[in-house]
C-alpha cells in the first residue's frame, strides 16, 4: 500500500501486522497530501480524521497529547512511495512546551533529557516549520559547546540546555514575531502541513530530478508516539542492515549511538560505534534485534534498512525499508538471495539494473606504493573519485558547471547539500559513518563516497582541510577518494579497468565474487531476453571489441569515418569532379579502399549479421570551412577558386535537413553504387576465403518509398553483376514521414531500423548540437524534461512514432525484421521500451553493450 500510506507508513503497519515493538501511531494518506497540495488548504476532513486517530492514540497509551503528569509526545515524519533520505521534514518531540517539559522531567527523572528534547523541538520546529534559518540554531549551538569547554552538546548540562531553549524562543520571537506555539495540537496541525509542504521544496524536488521521481505522488505524514533514545547510557538509537549495503556481503552491519535520538545518527555529527558493540552494552536489546533482522529479510526476501531506538533497556522498531545499495552489493546479494531460495532467477535479475552495471564498469584505482595516502575513512560507497576540493555546495555545483571534477569536502553533509553531491565526482565527510546522510544519499546516486575520516579537520568557512600532520589543503587541491577501501590521497591517482571490465574483455570468470555474480545474472539474461543486441562499430577493433562483449552482429556500420585522414582528398576530388570521367576516376580510387575496410569488418564479425549504412553526412563535411577559406581568399593566401566555388554551392543554411543520406545516392552518381560494389565484392571475397559474410545494406534517411525502390533497384542489380548472392536492404526510420508512411516503405525494405537520434531531432524540432548547450538544463530544472531526449526516449512523441511505424511496416511485410541503431539503444529505460514496442534487437556502442543484454533479460523477466 505504498502509493497510499507511503513507504515508511506501509512499512510501520506491516511490522505491526508482523507483531513487532512498534510504536503506536497513525498514517495521513498520500491522497490527503494530494488534495492540500491542489487547492493550498487541508481536506475539510482532515482535522476531524487526526482528532479522531489522536483521541484513539491517547487512549492506547493511556497519555493525553502534551497535557498531564505524562504527556504524549509524538514525532511527525514524512513518507513518500519512494525513499527520499532527508528531502523532506520531520518533526519530533512535538507536544512539548514550557509546562509539560517539566513533567516530562520530573516523570523521566532526567532534569537534562527533557529540557534537551524541548531544545530539539524548538530548533526543528523552527527550522522546518517556521523557516528559519538553520544556521542561527547551530550558532548558538556551537557558541553553548565552546563556552563550556565540552566536546559535543551531548556534554552540555541540564542549566546549559535551559539556557539554549531560552535562545531558541528568543530566535523564534525575533524572527516570526510570535513566541513559540505552546499549544500542543497547534504543534501537531502545524508540522503535518509543514511535511505536506516540503513535498514541493526545493531539494525534494532535485532529489526526484535525479531520481526520476514523479512529481504527483505526494507524501504521507506519520504521526507516531515517540520512543526516546537519550534517557541515558541505558538508551540509544541506531541504524541496521541485514547485510553490508556497501559490499552485499552477510552479516550484522550498522551503527550504534548510545544516549541519542536518531537524528544525531543519520546527520553524521557524532561518530556512532559499530552495531557489533551493542553486544557488549545491551545484549538483551541485541539479541532481539538480531531476531527482528532475520524476520524482516525473510519477509521482505531483501535486504532491509532498518531504524530502532532502545528506550531504557526496551527495543523498539521505528522504521524499515529495502535498503539503498551499492552496484557491487546490488549483484551480490541478488545471488545471495537466489541461492538461499528467497527469489527465483528471474527475480534475482530484476533487482540488478543496467545503471549499475555501468558503475561496475568504471575504472578503479590502480595500486600505487608511492601515492600519498593522508587519511583513511569508513568506505561508503566505492568507487574512485578524483577532483578539485570544494567544501560547500553551491561552489562545488559551480566548479562542475564550469567543467571541472569536484570533491565535496564537509565535516557531514544535510539535505541542503544536494545541488553539491550531485555535482560531485565523489563526498569525503570527516564525520559520519556507513549510515550517515552522505552514505545513504551517496549509495543511491551511485557515488564514490568516504565519511567518518577523523583524522581531518575540515574548516568549510574558511575553505580548508587539515590534515593529520598539520599540513593545510585549499579549496583547488586534487583529492583522489576511494570509497571501496576507504582511503583518502593527495594529487591524482591513476586509474585500471574494473574486475568487471576485464571480464567482459577477457570472458574469464575467475574467483571473484563480485564476477562471478555478475557472470550468472547476465548470463540468465542473455538466456531469457527476447530483443537481440548488437553493435555500433566503423572498425574491425570495434567490432572484436563488440563481439568480446557478447554482441550478436553489428546493427550499424557509418560508412562515412571511411572516408576520413588520408582519404579526404579523394572524396574532394569527387566532389570537385566535372566531368564524368573525373568522378569515375575518383570512384575507382575510393572502390578498393572500400573493399578492404569490408572485409575486415566481415572477418571480426564472421557468421554474424552486418548492417552497413551508406554514406549519410552532406559532402560539405568533408571540405574545407567556407569562412575559413573565403578568408583566405581575401587575404591571397589561396588561389583554389575551383574548390572555394564547390564549397559555395554545396553550402546549406541547415545542412543537416538538406543534401544527405538518400539524397546523396540519388543526385550524385555512381556514389552508392560504388558502396554496394565495395560490399558485394568484400562478402564475396570473404566467402571464397571460407567465410560466413552476412552483409545488410541501409539507406538513411529514406522519407518516401519511391527513394527507397529507386536505390535498391540499383543495389539489387549491382549485387547480381558481382556474383554475390542477395543481400537485405533496408532503411533507417528517422524522418516523421518514414514513420507515418511506414506501411508503404515497408514494401521495398527487408528490415527497418529506427535511428533515433535524427528522430528525436525532427519530431522535437530541435538541432542537438545547439539545443544541449544552450536551453536543455533549464529544460531539465523546470521539469518540462524528466530526462534528455537524446539520453531516454521520448516515448509520448517519437515513442508514438515508433509504435506507430511497427505496426505499418508488419502489417504490410509480417516478417520485416526491426531494430534501433540510435544511442537510445543502451539505455536502460529505453531497452525496456523497445522490447515492449515489438522489435528485434538494439544497438548500442561497445561498450553499452553488456547493459543492453542485461536489461533486455530484464525487461523479459518482468511481468
Known amino acids: 500500500m505504498k502509493d497510499l500510506l507511503g513507504g515508511k507508513g506501509a512499512n510501520l503497519a506491516e511490522m505491526t501486522r508482523l507483531g513487532l515493538p512498534v510504536p503506536p501511531g497513525f498514517t495521513i494518506t498520500t491522497e490527503a497530501c494530494r488534495a492540500y497540495l491542489r487547492s493550498g488548504t487541508e481536506p475539510g476532513a482532515l482535522r476531524g480524521e487526526v482528532s479522531a486517530h489522536l483521541a484513539e492514540l491517547e487512549r492506547r497509551t493511556g497519555k493525553r497529547l502534551g497535557i498531564g503528569a505524562d504527556p504524549l509526545l509524538v514525532s511527525v515524519r514524512s513518507g513518500a512511495k519512494f525513499s527520499m533520505p532527508g528531502m523532506m521534514d520531520t518533526v519530533l518531540n512535538i507536544g512539548l512546551n514550557d509546562a509539560s517539559v517539566r513533567t516530562l522531567a520530573a516523570r523521566s527523572g532526567d532534569d537534562r533529557f527533557a529540557w534537551d528534547s524541548y531544545r530539539r523541538l524548538i530548533q526543528m520546529f523552527g527550522k522546518t516549520v517556521l523557516g528559519i534559518d538553520g544556521e542561527r540554531f547551530e550558532e548558538r549551538l556551537e557558541l553553548a559547546v565552546r563556552a563550556t569547554g565540552v566536546a559535543t552538546d551531548a556534554e552540555l548540562n541540564a542549566r546549559h540546555v535551559r539556557g539554549l531553549v531560552r535562545q531558541f524562543k528568543d530566535i523564534v520571537r525575533d524572527h516570526t514575531g510570535q513566541d513559540f506555539p505552546q499549544d500542543p495540537r497547534r504543534q501537531l496541525d502545524l508540522a503535518i502541513r509543514a511535511v505536506f509542504d516540503s513535498w514541493n521544496g526545493e531539494r525534494a524536488r532535485r532529489y526526484r530530478r535525479q531520481e526520476h521521481i514523479p512529481e504527483n505522488l505526494g507524501t504521507a505524514v506519520n504521526v507516531v508516539a515517540m520512543v526516546f533514545g537519550n534517557l541515558g547510557p541505558d538508551s540509544g538509537t541506531g541504524v541496521a542492515f541485514t547485510r553490508d549495503p556497501a559490499t552485499g556481503h552477510q552479516g550484522v552491519y550498522g551503527d550504534y549511538l548510545p544516549a541519542a535520538q536518531g537524528e544525531d545518527v543519520v546527520s553524521g555529527t557524532r561518530n556512532t560505534v559499530p552495531l557489533a558493540d551493542l553486544a557488549r552494552l545491551d545484549r538483551r536489546s541485541y539479541d532481539e534485534l538480531l531476531r527482528i533482522i532475520a524476520i524482516l529479510e525473510n519477509h521482505y526476501r531483501d535486504l532491509c534498512d532498518i531504524e530502532f531506538t532502545i528506550e531504557r533497556g526496551t527495543l523498539w522498531m521505528l522504521q524499515t525499508r529495502v535498503g539503498k545499495r551499492t552496484p557491487a552489493a546490488a549483484f551480490r546479494i541478488a545471488v545471495q538471495l537466489l541461492d538461499q531460495g528467497l527469489i527465483d532467477a528471474d527475480e534475482a535479475l530484476r533487482r540488478v539494473s543496467g545503471a549499475q552495471l555501468t558503475q561496475l564498469m568504471f575504472p578503479r584505482f590502480a595500486v600505487d606504493e608511492r601515492a600519498e595516502r593522508v587519511a583513511t575513512g569508513i568506505p561508503a560507497s566505492p568507487g574512485a573519485a578524483v577532483g578539485v576540493a570544494v567544501f560547500d555546495s553551491a561552489t562545488a555545483a559551480a566548479r562542475a558547471r564550469a567543467g571541472e571534477r569536484v570533491i565535496l569536502v564537509r565535516r557531514e553533509t544535510n539535505p541542503d547539500d544536494l545541488d553539491g553531491m550531485i555535482a560531485a565526482e565523489g563526498i569525503l565527510t570527516s564525520r559520519g559513518g556507513k549510515t550517515s546522510h552522505a552514505a545513504v544519499v551517496a549509495r543511491g546516486m551511485g557515488k564514490t563516497c568516504v565519511c567518518g575520516a577523523e583524522s581531518l579537520t575540515v574548516d568549510p568557512a574558511n575553505g580548508h582541510l587539515t590534515l593529520p600532520d598539520g599540513t593545510v589543503l585549499a579549496e583547488g587541491e586534487v583529492l583522489s577518494i576511494d570509497g571501496t577501501t576507504g582511503h583518502v590521497h593527495r594529487g591524482e591517482l591513476p586509474v585500471v579497468p574494473s574486475e568487471v571490465m576485464e571480464y567482459f574483455e577477457s570472458g574469464e570468470v575467475g574467483d571473484d565474487d563480485l564476477v562471478q555474480a555478475v557472470h550468472r545474472l547476465i548470463t540468465h539474461a542473455d538466456a531469457v531476453r527476447r530483443l537481440g543486441v548488437r553493435a555500433n562499430a566503423d572498425t574491425a577493433e570495434d567490432a572484436a571489441r563488440a563481439r568480446r562483449f557478447g554482441a550478436e552482429g553489428i546493427g550499424l ?307
Open 557 to 863: 556500420t557509418r560508412t562515412e569515418h571511411m572516408f576520413l585522414g588520408e582519404r579526404r582528398e579523394l572524396v574532394e576530388r569527387l566532389i570537385l569532379a566535372e566531368t564524368d570521367a573525373e568522378r569515375d576516376a575518383a570512384l575507382d580510387a575510393l572502390l578498393p579502399l572500400q573493399t578492404a575496410d569490408f572485409r575486415e569488418l566481415f572477418a571480426a564479425m564472421d557468421g554474424l549479421p552486418l548492417t552497413i549504412r551508406l554514406l549519410d553526412p552532406p559532402l560539405h563535411e568533408f571540405l574545407p570551412d567556407l569562412t575559413d577559406l573565403s578568408v583566405k581568399a581575401a587575404l591571397g593566401e589561396s588561389d583554389d577558386d575551383r574548390l572555394l566555388t564547390a564549397v559555395r554551392r554545396l553550402h546549406e543554411q541547415n545542412p543537416m535537413l538538406g543534401l544527405r543520406g538518400v539524397r546523396l545516392g540519388l543526385v550524385v552518381p555512381g556514389l552508392f553504387t560504388m558502396q554496394v560494389r565495395a560490399i558485394a565484392e568484400a562478402a564475396a571475397a570473404h566467402r571464397a576465403e571460407g567465410g560466413d559474410p552476412r552483409p545488410e545494406i541501409m539507406i538513411p534517411l529514406v522519407g518516401t518509398v519511391r527513394e527507397l525502390e529507386l536505390v535498391r533497384a540499383d543495389a539489387d542489380r549491382v549485387v547480381a553483376e558481382a556474383g554475390a548472392p542477395p543481400i537485405p536492404v533496408g532503411t533507417m526510420i528517422e524522418l516523421p514521414r518514414a514513420a507515418l508512411t511506414a506501411g508503404e516503405i515497408a514494401r521495398a525494405a527487408d528490415f527497418f531500423s529506427f535511428g533515433t537520434n535524427d528522430l528525436t531531432q525532427t519530431v522535437w524540432g530541435f538541432s542537438r548540437d545547439d539545443v544541449e548547450a544552450s536551453f536543455f538544463a533549464a529544460y531539465l530544472e523546470k521539469g518540462i524534461f524528466p530526462a534528455s531526449p537524446f539520453e531516454t526516449i521520448d516515448t509520448e512523441g517519437v515513442g508514438t512514432l515508433i509504435n506507430t511505424a511497427v505496426t505499418a511496416g508488419r502489417s504490410t511485410r509480417p516478417d520485416l525484421k526491426l531494430g534501433i541503431c540510435g544511442e537510445h539503444g543502451g539505455d536502460p529505460t529505453s531497452v525496456h521500451f523497445f522490447h515492449n514496442a515489438g522489435l528485434d534487437y538494439v544497438s548500442c556502442s561497445p561498450f553499452r553493450i553488456p547493459i543492453a543484454r542485461l536489461e533486455a533479460g530484464r525487461a523479459a523477466a518482468t511481468p
